[in-house]
């Protein structure tokens, strides 16, 4: 069954810093309808994961996105498109201004 971690934070920093603190960094996931803290999470200072989420839950990957995570769940990124990029640090990000909360690939479980 699909689970969901919610922790405490006193803000975007401390928020950012309890997601790097683990050792992987598959995936990850922002909800916020604040612009600034979309773009600070997508970019290098912000989550430290191969697959960066706005507003869209964790589950799925687009085939030719940066893929491979980072840190002890990296594997590289010598895959599809983004063979040539693998000394690059690259962030697949998905930004959903909806309030719909859509599942990858257009999953419904109704």
Do not use: H
Request: hydrophobic share 35%; net charge negative.
């Amino acid at each position: 069954a699909p689970i969901l971690y919610v922790v405490p934070c006193d803000g975007f920093e401390d928020a950012v810093a309890i997601n790097n603190e683990v050792a992987q960094g598959l995936s990850s996931s922002i909800f916020t309808s604040n612009p600034e803290y979309m773009f600070r999470w997508v970019n290098a200072g912000g989550a430290d994961s191969g697959i960066c989420n706005v507003n869209i839950p964790t589950n799925g990957a687009e085939i030719g996105g940066a893929f491979g995570g980072e840190k002890e769940t990296g594997g590289g990124r010598e895959s599809g498109s983004d063979a040539w990029k693998q000394y690059c640090r690259r962030a697949t990000c998905t930004i959903n201004y909806s309030k719909e909360l859509p599942l990858a690939q257009g999953i419904d479980f109704s």
